[in-house]
Structure formats: C-alpha cells, structure tokens
C-alpha cells in the first residue's frame, strides 16, 4: 500500500496543484476563478465563496503542512484579501456568491459559506500569525454555533411545525471544523462540541437496524418515512466516518475508531453500483424512486473522500479488506475521473457507465478541494504507515 503514497503525492504536485496556480487566479481583482474547462479557459467569472475558502485553506494547509513555498502563501493571500474585504455582510455573514469584482450576488443564506470561511481563516492563521485572521475565522465559528440549529435563518423555505427535519450535512462539517480550528478554541468546548456531533452522527444519523445513515431525520432523532427522510447520500456518510476516526484516532479511541470502520463498510457496499462500478451519488432507503433526479451520476469527491476513509481504515489496522476496497476504489476514480489528456484537475461528473457528463475541471460546487485534500491527505496517511 506505501507505493500509492508516492503517487498520490506526485499528482498532487506535479499535476493537480499546477493547474490551479496555473488558470485560477484573478489577478485583477483578486480571488480565483473557478469555472474552468479542461484546458483552463475560465467559463464563467462569479466567484462563490465557499469555493473562494476552501482554495484559500488548501493552499494555506500546504504551506503549513507540507512545505513552506512562498508562491503557495501568495495563492492564499490573494484569496482570503478578496474574502475579507468582500464575503461577508455586516452582520459577519458569509455570501453565497459574489461577482468577480466582489459586489454579492446572492446572500448568506447557506451557513456552509462560513464553515468553510472559518477554516480558512483559521488555517491561514497559521501562515502569517496576524490576530485579524485568527478573530474572523473565531468570530464565524461562534456565529454558525448560534445559527447551527436554525442555519437558513430567515431564507429557510419549510413550513414551521409541520414535519421538522434535521440535516446531516451541518454535524458532518462540524466534527471536522472543531478539529481544524482547535487552535482557537478553548479544548473543552471542542470536546465537548465533537461529543454532541458524534453522538449526533453516530447514534441518530446511523441506524443501526438497517445499517444505514440517513440525510435527514427528524428533530427527534427518528426515521421519517418521506422522500428526504427516506434519502442516502453515501458519500456523505463515508466522507463523515474519516472525520470520526480521526476524532476517535485523537482521542485514542479505539472503539470509535472501529465503529466509524463498520459504518463505512456498510455505507459503500450498499452504495458500491454492481452493475458498472463506482458509487452511486443519492439512494431511496427503501429502494423506491430518489428524490434527487442525479442519483445514479458518480462524483468525484464521493470516491475520493472514500479513498481517504479507506487509508486511514488501512493505516490504523492492516486490514486486508481496506486493502481490496482501497484497490478496487482507486482503479475505478484514477481510471474514469483522472485527465490523461489534459493532466491536471479531474473531471468532476460521469454517468451512471462511468462517461464524462460534463467536461468542466471546476464550476459552481467543484473547486480547487477534493481532489487536491484528498491526494494530500491519502498520500501523507500512506507515508506514515
């Protein structure tokens, strides 16, 4: 298994990387594009701000973490100058979206703006040590714990009282965010934040009857027997289980560790499409017709984020079923994902065959993100076997 290490980390740097220095930047008016195709040419000029934060993390998380190369510091100095001066509204807010010169176009109604604006601020932090970044990325944490119960806020669409759900997706992110921003925060409230989110993800999103976890449940914490109660995302809840072992890892934990294992294996092969490999994007629990009209498409980072998950499950025990899946995982996402032609950044979507659907290298939610932390984090997780 050390053998993907070296491969993994070379198409990082020689490849993945490259093009992202190479085609994103606005050197205009700051930021980054990210609607590219193949070749580069930028499609489309707005500026999303999730994406604008997760670019600024990856290249602050490199320089950190990896090597101290200055181009890789000006990257995310060129991104989080545009974010501070144009992402948020007065009252801290993250936009959704903003125009290339940084006027908003759409407003801060998905709180995963700020998550990810948080662990940008947080990690680029450590890059330059000025206190400003430190209490933006601070300021924004504590705002998304007052929103975490009600995160659209005054642009939630759903009718009070009626059937009140509660989403995955938000205590996902929250066990990986209180990790990345441990350096501001007090450690009892990190413990005590990852304690409510596991049990969260790990008792009432996991049903262990089915052996499945849902996307959405009541705010009860039971099964509701609806389109969205009814709705799979596998590789969310794969992507989640890597962020509870590393959690559990933290914590010597070693029985978290191994349920986060069991509760992968379960989600991917369920997820795992028999017929033409690869893992499906949305299922219905009950095997009736999705909700989501994109359920049989496979995406990039659910087979990347499953790669991680399954070196991290190989890294901490040998196991030679995380071998054979990480083996049968990696043949299908380097050989139907990754650009021979082209090099660089991999297509994002396919169809159900596994053909490229759309030939764009980023757009409106693929940025410079999955592929790049996934290679980082699988080939350093394989290094230190």
């Known amino acids: 298994m050390k053998k993907y290490a070296q491969l993994y980390r070379t198409e990082l740097l020689e490849q993945v990387i490259p093009f992202w220095e190479q085609f994103s930047v606005d050197k205009v008016y700051g930021g980054y ?20 934060a997760r670019q600024i993390w990856m290249f602050s998380k490199l320089y950190n973490s990896l090597e101290s190369r200055a181009s890789w510091k000006a990257m995310a100095k060129n991104g989080i100058e545009f974010l501070e001066k144009f992402g948020r509204d007065e009252g801290g807010n993250w936009y959704f979206s903003l125009d290339q010169k940084g006027k908003p176009l759409i407003q801060p109604f998905n709180i995963f703006a700020d998550c990810f604006a948080a662990m940008a601020f947080g990690e680029y932090y450590k890059v330059e040590g000025d206190e400003t970044y430190a209490k933006i990325a601070f300021d924004t944490f504590q705002n998304i714990l007052e929103r975490q119960h009600n995160p659209k806020g005054k642009y939630n669409k759903k009718y009070p009282g009626t059937r009140n759900l509660q989403d995955f997706a938000l205590p996902m992110i929250l066990c990986n965010l209180a990790l990345e921003l441990e350096h501001l925060l007090d450690g009892k409230q990190v413990e005590e934040l990852t304690d409510a989110v596991i049990d969260l993800i790990m008792n009432q999103f996991y049903d262990a009857k089915t052996g499945l976890v849902y996307e959405n449940i009541s705010s009860t914490g039971k099964f509701v027997d609806s389109f969205e109660g009814r709705l ?44 033409h490999g690869g893992i499906f994007y949305f299922m219905d629990s009950k095997g009736h017709p999705p909700e989501k009209l994109e359920w049989d498409q496979k995406l990039w980072w659910v087979h990347l984020e499953t790669l991680v998950a399954l070196a991290k499950t190989y890294a901490f025990n040998q196991s030679p079923k995380a071998e054979a899946w990480f083996r049968k995982v990696h043949d299908y996402t380097w050989n139907h994902f990754r650009d021979p032609a082209n090099g660089g950044e991999w297509y994002g979507y396919l169809n159900r065959k596994g053909e490229i659907l759309l030939d764009l290298k980023g757009g409106k939610w693929k940025g410079c993100f999955h592929v790049p932390r996934a290679l980082f984090e699988i080939s350093r997780t394989l290094e230190n076997i």
């Open 33 to 52: 594009f990210t609607c590219l195709t193949p070749e580069g040419t930028v499609y489309d000029t707005d500026k999303f701000v999730w994406l604008q």
């Open 232 to 275: 799979i995302n596998p590789g969310h809840a794969i992507e989640a289980m890597w962020f509870v072992m590393n959690v559990g890892l933290k914590r010597k934990d070693q029985q978290l560790v191994n349920k986060a294992e069991e509760i992968l294996y379960q989600q991917l092969e369920n997820g795992w499409d028999e017929t």
